[in-house]
């Protein structure tokens, strides 16, 4: 019998002792932080572009591509301070004259920006196409209209087909 009462003891003391029901809870935070930094995105939607005078060209010396038929980019930025759209012509021996490759855009600038409204000669260093003020969070399409002017210039051998003359454009976009 002293041996039931102790297993009995030591029952009811295991079970007082043992493991509780209830859990305490315990929650913490952690803070994420995003290290932002200002970047530009630019993508060329027009890598080749062919510019072909037609005789009412001819009679008035020059030919142009404009708007949408243009040469279209499409760029973005995160930059609060916006960012410029550059472009320059700086191949070593350019087959079309830069003082008859003429260049402007009809796109709006964003705003606080600016934009290159009439034509202006190609150069080799960067000149500003276009330009926001203020971050451009989606895509914007700028297209840049083309003339060549001075058509009589750039000969042609009355063979079959067209002599071509080719310059080679670059964009650069940089966040401000």
């Keep these: 019998m002293k041996r039931l009462v102790l297993t009995v003891v030591a029952v009811l003391a295991c079970w007082v002792a043992g493991p509780s029901t209830v859990q305490a809870a315990s929650t913490g935070t952690s803070a994420v932080t995003l290290g932002a930094s200002a970047n530009a995105v630019l993508q060329i939607l027009d890598p080749t572009f062919n510019i072909v005078p037609t005789a009412f060209d001819y009679t008035n010396d020059y030919v142009e591509a404009t708007g949408a038929a243009g040469?279209?980019?499409?760029?973005?930025?995160?930059?609060?301070?916006?960012?410029?759209?550059?472009?320059?012509?700086?191949?070593?021996?350019?087959?079309?004259?830069?003082?008859?490759?003429?260049?402007?855009?009809?796109?709006?600038?964003?705003?606080?920006?600016?934009?290159?409204?009439?034509?202006?000669?190609?150069?080799?260093?960067?000149?500003?196409?276009?330009?926001?003020?203020?971050?451009?969070?989606?895509?914007?399409e700028v297209d840049t209209d083309i003339r060549i002017q001075n058509l009589f210039a750039y000969p042609d051998a009355m063979a079959a087909g067209t002599t071509s003359y080719t310059n080679n454009l670059t964009y650069t976009v940089v966040a401000q």
């Design 71 to 140: 040469l279209r980019v499409r760029l973005k930025s995160n930059s609060a301070g916006g960012c410029v759209l550059y472009v320059k012509c700086s191949d070593a021996s350019p087959q079309i004259a830069l003082a008859d490759f003429l260049v402007k855009t009809q796109t709006a600038a964003g705003a606080g920006g600016s934009s290159a409204t009439v034509y202006i000669a190609i150069t080799a260093a960067d000149q500003a196409l276009w330009s926001s003020g203020v971050a451009q969070i989606a895509f914007t």
